[in-house]
């Protein structure tokens, strides 16, 4: 090894360890970053109100022992579900704490869970019941948990947050056995539940009884006005910041962009969070303006290269072949090609009529359009392109050992 190595190798440290001292050295801009997490909690919530009382309301009975409805919460994504539920169950639990009165409150994510038995686990472990990770069938772990509840008297609030997942993904049959599980408990235990979801059509997917037990009571959260996006982006912001540390027009701009579409929270204050670790990456005092749009090309590619990466295999080959044509490509020029990718990876190639629908999902995520042409005489046909940015694609692709081998 020469000096130009070891010169090297002091670069490097010294670049790590300003970056390094950048962070241990008291931030310009932030004043509490944890406010800006996805799962913090605000002590106040604005725009709400119909929607706390309403579950307060219902759930209030839990207080002196008796099994509220059960309730479906549904709206669009970012409109506060989830964080009011956590918010008035809360209070909830403090009360009936304060009151002697003992409740169970589960709480589980249908998506993050995964699995119907992973759901069931986390019912069982508020319950102090330990269920093996694997190994008992979902009905034997159904019957451990409503034997505890019985034995012990336990009355339990299952909140499932995301449960259309269940619906989409496993026929949601833990969902009839819990909706039927009070008919086998006697007073004064009881499992009562509230759903959350932001996909309307699961309902079509449940089936009548389900359905009807689940949602005795339904409440409604309507997206945000942009005005009142930037309420809550000026208050989140105050907590988070240092005084003077962003400019209304920022807050502003992020409320407008989260706006577009329909009132989205998680969005508005994503924005904030990046746009704010980008103004303080490049030492700036205040976040302004620019940094809240690099902030949106930087989540968009995020966006962009989670999804490229968690495609299935064939949908990969896909999107690799639209990401080379140099002009709009056709169903049929796509689908010869991606056949050839197939040949070279030694896997059997899917029939064109499935290419379609994977081209229909792609156009669905956003990552290509694939926009009917009418070709006069010769019919219509679909003119595909790209419209990711094309390098985010790769770099996603590439995270598969088997595209991999394709690309180049
Ligand atoms: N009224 C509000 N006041 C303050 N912050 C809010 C309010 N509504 C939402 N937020 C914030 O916006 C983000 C998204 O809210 P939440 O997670 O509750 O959305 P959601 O309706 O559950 O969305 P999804 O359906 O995607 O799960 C959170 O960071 C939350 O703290
Ligand atoms: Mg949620």
Avoid at 86 to 93: E, I, P, S, T, Y
Avoid at 369 to 377: C, D, E, F, L, Y
């Amino acid at each position: 090894m020469g000096e130009g190595s070891d010169l090297n190798a002091k670069q490097n440290n010294d670049i790590i360890d300003s970056i390094f001292n950048n962070t241990l050295s008291k931030s310009n801009i932030f004043k509490d970053r944890n406010v800006l997490r996805n799962e913090y909690i605000p002590d106040n919530i604005q725009f709400r109100n119909a929607q706390m009382t309403s579950i307060a309301q219902i759930t209030a009975p839990l207080l002196i022992g008796h099994k509220p409805s059960n309730i479906l919460l549904y709206g669009k994504t970012g409109t506060g579900k989830t964080v009011v539920t956590k918010f008035v169950l809360k209070r909830l639990q403090e009360r009936a704490s304060n009151v002697g009165n003992q409740l169970d409150f589960a709480y589980v994510n249908a998506r993050n869970a995964s699995t119907e038995y992973r759901i069931l686990v986390e019912l069982a472990s508020t319950l102090n019941i330990q269920l093996p990770f694997t190994g008992l069938s979902i009905s034997e772990a159904f019957s451990r948990i409503l034997q505890t509840i019985k034995e012990k008297k336990r009355m339990v609030v299952f909140t499932i947050d995301e449960i259309d997942f269940l619906v989409r993904n496993f026929e949601a049959n833990i969902l009839y056995e819990l909706t039927r599980a009070n008919e086998n408990l006697p007073a004064p235990s009881f499992i009562s539940l509230i759903g959350i979801s932001n996909d309307l059509q699961f309902k079509e997917a449940l089936d009548p009884r389900t359905l009807s037990s689940l949602n005795e009571e339904e409440i409604v959260f309507t997206p945000y006005t942009v005005e009142e996006l930037q309420q809550i982006l000026t208050q989140r912001a105050k907590l988070a910041f240092n005084e003077n540390a962003i400019n209304q027009s920022a807050i502003n701009l992020c409320a407008a962009l989260a706006g577009a579409e329909h009132g989205d929270a998680r969005r508005a204050v994503d924005l904030l969070r990046v746009a704010a670790e980008l103004a303080e990456r490049e030492g700036a005092s205040i976040i302004e303006d620019v940094h809240v749009r690099s902030a949106t090309k930087s989540i968009e590619q995020d966006r962009v290269f989670e999804a490229t990466r968690s495609l299935p295999l064939h949908a990969k080959i896909v999107l690799y072949t639209i990401s080379r044509a140099n002009e709009w490509p056709s169903t049929g020029s796509i689908y010869s090609q991606y056949s050839q990718f197939c040949k070279r990876l030694g896997i059997e190639q899917l029939t064109q009529r499935r290419i379609s629908s994977i081209l229909n999902e792609l156009d669905t995520f956003g990552l290509i359009s694939a926009p009917v042409i009418s070709q006069g005489r010769l019919g219509r046909s679909k003119k595909i392109h790209l419209i990711a940015l094309v390098d985010t694609v790769i770099a996603g692709l590439k995270e598969d050992n088997v595209i991999r081998q394709i690309i180049n």
